[in-house]
């Protein structure tokens, strides 16, 4: 009797426990419905199941007296939806649905849940499923449509339910009007006798939870609101799926058509049509240093010297030498000749207690490093001071409080440029043992940047690095500010004919006594001319000693050198003016940026990811062009990060532009920190197993080497203008001197720079380049590759091929392989591909963050569609795996030109296609 009462008494506590689970299991979910093309549509096996809602029907779509309380549709009397007249099984969309013929159901068409406290309908109705479904589509429409009009509801079978609310202008619009918005699409419309519009719209739902059983769908209002009309409702076992808008392009998350990617063999690429290292003249240095020749380079003994490369940062640029190895070749084999190692100099010092002296185990790393990638052909390019904090060792008070990479005393505290010397010293003055020669003296390492990420005009911006740690280094710059200004003035009344704003200093503070404060509010406009001119003047004359300084620790390398590779948020061309004094310029901008300075994808990550660089002008390439300067080789420090549906047309532009205005290009990143060869994407930038990025590689490559650049147009800026007119000078620079050939800042003592006019440009060409923003399409063709990136409405001719996709959005290129300039060639290597990302990955609705990172699959949007080789003869066409194996032939046919045409489908799985004329 006690067994049977405790086993009574465990029943109900599970039934009490299930009840609860039951009661609480509820979750919103986000909407993840594929945006894709109508022909993408099209070609999708969807299984349609129409829901009978003939039981639930409430109300009628005609109301015939405004008010009385018992009326059809909304009971608003003529302001109802008596036009709709399409019965019967109806297709919208390319979706099947029942809509009730009111004469048959007595009256009764339409599914009304309540608004308007209308307490003649339901403000919930439960609709049973009982079936798995990947998803609904519902025709509906609100009157007195606002905010948030419903909620629906998929009720699992196991007791869970997940929702999504039904918003305004997002799931769901008012009746009266036209509209398309990202996740509605207007499926019928009429008009009025007005002129005014009726709709109804198509909304897609996807269920979170496919694979468990739907007990039914629940609809709901709140009562008092909007109501919901629903007047048909259909599942689909795939998807679901809406045709993508304008608006719609940026939101997709979907996954249809897309596949599994695998690492490539590395071995296996050796040889193949993916092996692009007979570009590279090996071993890096042969030739001897490069040197600046005009906007360019060159070795000693007179070659020409273009490089085109990648960075690689953290603990990534110290491996194992097996690594080492496979980095070395990997690059050689992408066409990449130059590598910036950057950010490694805080790891490289391992457990030491001071900041100048690398572990000698992890110096071995790095040289064993620099000499493979020398052996193969590849220069370069070190950053000193990126990361790197104090520590005990030195000697230096209060190091506890010092910032990354030193903060800004790296520039104004003389013991701590003195720590920057020792740390020169000690990497750059050691023998390499695997090549004999220290890294000052080797022609390999061609470049030299001192400060990694930091302007001295960061000081103005008064936050992370640039900001002061503590009094004492604060009242060090401001003695040193006090210095420049007694040096310069004789008074403090000669001071104030210059500084002629209230706002500049407080009366107590004079020359005399030397106690004027140093700002950080350049930016205030309130703060006069002299003011800014001195305290811009006083920065550059710090960086500029602290140059002079450092590059005299160096020796007699021939290493060329620069201060800083930062693109400083105020104060750029004054920091572009002031780099120029080096033997080099570079710049640091990223497309697609996610806030904050971490690469590595989190789920707390928020970026801003919208739009496509081939739209819009105001971009990476014109913040660079606005910051070259005539007579100074231009290295571009570049990223497009993931998620942005379109990073893929970063390598193309980027090549092209480079390669057009005798740019240095380096992409940011082929590795941060670490290498992974697991299919999982954690690094919004990494090249080093992402898809996509690692198959541009040797197309950019190919794209820069074979471009010559453009005449050079110079700009002139007046030195005096630099520092009050800064950004009025930026903003006169044109689109045309931005993009359409090789303008080059020059600069000039004096005042009175010009306007200039013409900034709505909006279809650029060159000899090599064609980008129309309007389209969204940008193409480029070089000596051994056309290439294209942007939006296809149409077969795309180039000059050697033509292309028509499903896809939204492509990058497409067709590259050389046989040495012959591309319209002579019989060996090609096609390349078409869009996005990749981790299996499962979603994005929030509004795309910037993530809500799940995904699994261990990395999956690839396949791009279908059609290509033709625009060229005489029999071509043979075979789908390559990443590792550069063929695959069974492609069918092939000719067209009416005698040219060779074959279909790209996922089938293939291939992102490259080798091509072979017989």
């Known amino acids: 009797m006690k067994k049977r009462l405790l086993c009574l008494a465990i029943s109900a506590m599970l039934v009490m426990q299930t009840l609860v689970f039951a009661q609480t299991s509820r979750e919103a979910f986000t909407l993840d419905v594929g945006m894709l093309t109508e022909s993408q549509i099209a070609n999708i096996n969807q299984n349609f199941t129409r829901i009978d809602l003939r039981p639930y029907m409430n109300r009628d779509i005609r109301d015939e007296v405004e008010g009385d309380g018992t009326g059809g549709w909304s009971d608003q009397g003529e302001n109802d939806l008596r036009m709709f007249d399409l019965f019967g099984d109806q297709e919208m969309l390319n979706v099947p649905f029942t809509f009730v013929d009111p004469a048959t159901n007595n009256q009764k068409a339409v599914l009304g849940l309540r608004g308007q406290n209308d307490m003649e309908l339901p403000a919930s109705v439960e609709i049973p499923i009982n079936r798995t479904t990947a998803g609904a589509y519902f025709i509906h429409a609100s009157p007195w449509c606002s905010g948030t009009c419903g909620t629906y509801s998929w009720v699992y079978e196991d007791g869970s339910e997940a929702y999504i609310d039904i918003v305004q202008n997002e799931q769901i619009c008012d009746f009266w009007g036209l509209s398309n918005y990202d996740y509605v699409r207007n499926a019928w419309n009429t008009t009025k006798a007005d002129g005014s519009y009726r709709s109804l719209y198509l909304f897609a739902m996807n269920n979170p939870y496919p694979e468990k059983t739907v007990k039914s769908l629940k609809l709901e209002t709140e009562g008092s609101g909007a109501y919901i009309m629903i007047m048909a409702i259909t599942l689909t076992d795939s998807g679901p799926y809406l045709p ?25 690429i050796t040889g193949s049509a993916l092996d692009f290292s007979g570009y590279l003249d090996a071993p890096a240095g042969k030739h001897g240093y490069a040197q600046a020749d005009g906007n360019g380079l060159v070795f000693e003994d007179g070659t020409k010297a273009k490089f085109w490369g990648v960075d690689i940062a953290g603990e990534a640029a110290l491996p194992e030498k097996a690594q080492a190895e496979k980095v070395a070749k990997r690059l050689a084999q992408s066409g990449v000749n130059l590598v910036r190692l950057e950010g490694f100099d805080e790891a490289i010092l ?43 060792g030195d000697g230096i008070e209060g190091y506890e409080d010092s910032r990354e990479g030193y903060g800004i005393d790296a520039y104004f505290d003389d013991r701590v440029i003195e720590l920057q010397k020792q740390y020169l010293s000690n990497l750059m003055g050691q ?28 000081y103005t911006s008064g936050y992370g690095r640039g900001s002061v740690a503590n009094e004492a280094q604060y009242e060090n710059i401001k003695a040193k500010f006090n210095e420049y200004l007694a040096g310069k003035y004789s008074s403090t009344e000669e001071l104030q004919r210059v500084w002629v704003s209230a706002y500049d200093k407080n009366d107590y503070e004079t020359i005399e ?24 003047e ?12 450092m590059k005299a620790a160096l020796g007699d390398s021939k290493i060329l050198t620069t201060i800083n590779s930062n693109s400083p948020e105020v104060k750029s061309l004054e920091d572009t003016y002031l780099n120029a004094g080096g033997d080099f310029l570079t710049r640091t901008w990223y497309n697609a940026k996610p806030y904050g300075n971490n690469d590595k994808i989190t789920i707390d990550s928020v970026f801003d990811t919208y739009d496509s660089m081939t739209q819009k002008t105001d971009n990476i390439v014109r913040d660079f062009a606005q910051n070259t300067v005539s007579g100074k080789p231009f290295v571009a420090n570049w990223g497009s990060a993931m998620p942005n549906l379109y990073f893929s047309e970063a390598s193309i532009m980027m090549a092209a532009l480079a390669g057009q205005k005798d740019w240095i290009g380096i992409q940011h ?47 002139t800026v007046y030195t005096g203008d630099v520092h009050n007119t800064a950004q009025a000078l930026l903003n006169q620079y044109t689109v045309d001197q931005a993009f359409a050939g090789n303008t080059r800042l ?25 980008w129309d923003t309007n389209m969204g399409l940008f193409e480029v063709r070089s000596g051994r590759t056309e290439a294209l990136s942007g939006f296809l409405t149409d077969p795309e001719e180039m000059p050697t091929f033509s292309i028509d996709v499903d896809n939204t959005f492509v990058t497409a290129a067709l590259t050389s392989l046989d040495g012959n300039e591309i319209g002579d060639a019989g060996h090609y290597l096609l390349t078409a591909l869009c996005g990749n990302q981790n299996y499962r990955a979603r994005v929030n609705l509004v795309r910037n963050h993530y809500e799940t990172l995904g699994e261990e699959r990395i999956v690839v949007e396949a791009i279908t569609g059609s290509v033709t080789i625009k060229r005489q003869g029999d071509y043979e066409v075979y789908p390559l795996t ?36 017989k």
């Open 882 to 917: 990443s590792s550069g194996e063929r695959k069974q032939a492609l069918p092939v046919e000719k067209d009416r030109n005698g040219y060779t045409t074959f279909r790209l489908s996922s089938d293939s799985e291939a992102i490259q296609y080798e091509i072979i004329k």
């Open 431 to 458: 023998e390499n043992p695997y090549t004999g020669l220290t890294l000052a003296n080797d022609p390999a390492v061609c470049f030299l940047e001192f400060v990694e990420g930091l302007s001295v005009f960061d």
């Open 244 to 268: 993508a808008t304008e608006s719609a392009r940026s939101i997709t998350t979907s996954t249809y058509g897309w596949y599994e990617y695998t690492q490539p063999d590395d071995d296996k």
């Open 513 to 536: 006594e030397k106690n004027i404060e140093l700002k950080t509010s350049l930016a205030n406009p309130l703060v006069s001319d002299g003011y800014r001119t001195d305290v811009a």
């Open 538 to 549: 006083f920065l550059a004359t710090v960086a500029g000693d602290y140059y002079a300084d």
């Open 350 to 392: 391992g457990d030491g207690d001071s900041s100048t002296t690398p572990d000698p185990e992890k110096l071995d790393r790095l040289f064993y490093l620099i000499a493979q990638l020398k052996e193969r052909g590849i220069y370069t390019y070190i950053s000193l001071l990126s990361n790197r904090k104090m520590r005990a």
């Open 669 to 715: 990143s082929f590795a941060n920190e670490a290498y992974s060869d697991i299919n999982y994407i954690d690094d919004f930038y990494s090249i080093y197993n992402n898809p996509v990025r690692l198959a541009l590689l040797p197309v950019s490559a190919s794209i820069y080497y074979s471009l010559e650049a453009e005449t050079e147009q110079e700009y």
């Open 746 to 770: 020059r600069f000039v003592e004096g005042t009175g720079n010009a306007k200039s006019t013409n900034t709505s440009t909006r279809i650029i060409k060159t000899n090599n380049i064609y």
